[in-house]
């Protein structure tokens, strides 16, 4: 299965893959290790917290702002199941609990773990945000929950455009371009808790130099559709309400990574009627824009 960019492979759960693959890129394997808390010795854990509909909580062998970007830590899902990143072998382990189960582990790797991992190795900044493509051009989608954002996005894939992000999208900065690095082939038009949706064909797995983005702000249902391009500190705030992220000792690196993008990618706000009838104006409109 192709993922941000990388083949991921799991080893003891066959059946998750998808047999998509390419030579060139990094391999990621998922692999059962009982016990790898104590298998990597993370004597560290937070307290619980909320997340996804479960208790969770980290694991380390120090605190996460002492660490550099290439060390190994775990989430543990409450009675679900353990994940690790082995920062060496570049793997993923896991361990069982009582309410394990195959689907549980693609939705914890696919939806949170690997994100994290890929934000933490400072590989890419992760925003939370839904994407396709448009004439081979990305776009994004950012909303507040519930804003409608999944229901766009699921939209634009009916009209046959290529699936980018359901959730979550890394972006890689290359001089003054800023790459969309397409997450995972899944799809929830409507949120599910633990649940990744429903497996799109049409999902694109090469990087692309990123168009746009649209914010999406809710109107009454006989409200005009209309597209504005914010500037200033509004554009950044369109970037920074988008990550996925929110570790206080990385502040000050989102903060200067979303100031310089800002100065590159354009961010239009959509004015959107809450009527479901009234998608396709949206569409087309976005369409016009874009093209």
């Known amino acids: 299965m192709i993922v941000f960019n990388r083949n991921l492979l799991f080893v003891n759960e066959p059946q998750l893959n998808d047999h998509l693959e390419k030579h060139s890129l990094e391999n990621i394997f998922v ?8 298998h990597h010795n993370l004597t560290l854990k937070t307290g619980w917290f909320p997340m996804s509909g479960q208790e969770a909580r980290y694991h380390s062998t120090i605190p996460f702002h002492k660490a550099d970007t290439a060390f190994s830590w775990g989430l543990e899902i409450k009675n ?6 082995d920062a060496q072998k570049c793997e993923i382990h896991y361990s069982k609990a009582e309410q394990y189960a195959p689907e549980r582990l693609r939705f914890w790797v ?36 519930f804003g409608g954002k999944s229901t766009l996005t699921d939209y634009f894939i009916q009209k046959g455009h290529p699936l980018l992000s359901d959730d979550s999208l890394g972006i890689e900065k290359k001089g003054d371009i ?9 799809h929830r038009p409507y949120r599910k808790v633990e649940t990744l949706g429903y497996y799109v064909k049409n999902f694109s ?23 504005e391009e914010l500037k200033g500190i509004e554009k950044f705030k369109a970037f920074h309400y988008s990550s996925f992220i929110d570790f206080d000792f990385m502040k ?21 009627p809450w009527d479901l009838k009234r998608l396709d104006e949206v569409y087309r409109k976005i369409i016009e824009q874009t093209t």
């Not at 692999?31 to 104590?38: A, H, L, Q, S, Y």
């Not at 679900?80 to 990143?85: G, S």
């Not at 746009?212 to 809710?218: D, F, N, S, W």
Request: hydrophobic content about 45%.
């Open 205 to 227: 797995t090469e990087p692309k130099p990123l168009h746009a983005v649209y914010t999406l702000e809710k109107a009454e249902p006989d409200a005009s559709v209309s597209i």
């Open 110 to 145: 696919l939806h949170t773990f690997l994100p994290l991992v890929l934000e933490l190795e400072r590989s890419y900044r992760i925003m939370h945000v839904g994407s396709v493509e448009v004439g081979n051009k990305p776009i994004l989608f950012s909303a507040f929950s």
């Open 252 to 272: 000050k690196e989102r903060f200067e990574f979303f100031t310089e993008m800002a100065k590159h990618i354009q961010v239009y706000k959509v004015t959107i």
């Open 31 to 38: 692999k059962e290790t009982p016990f790898c808390i104590e």
């Open 80 to 85: 679900v199941l353990t994940l690790v990143w």
């Open 178 to 186: 800023y790459y969309a690095i397409p997450s995972y082939p899944f």
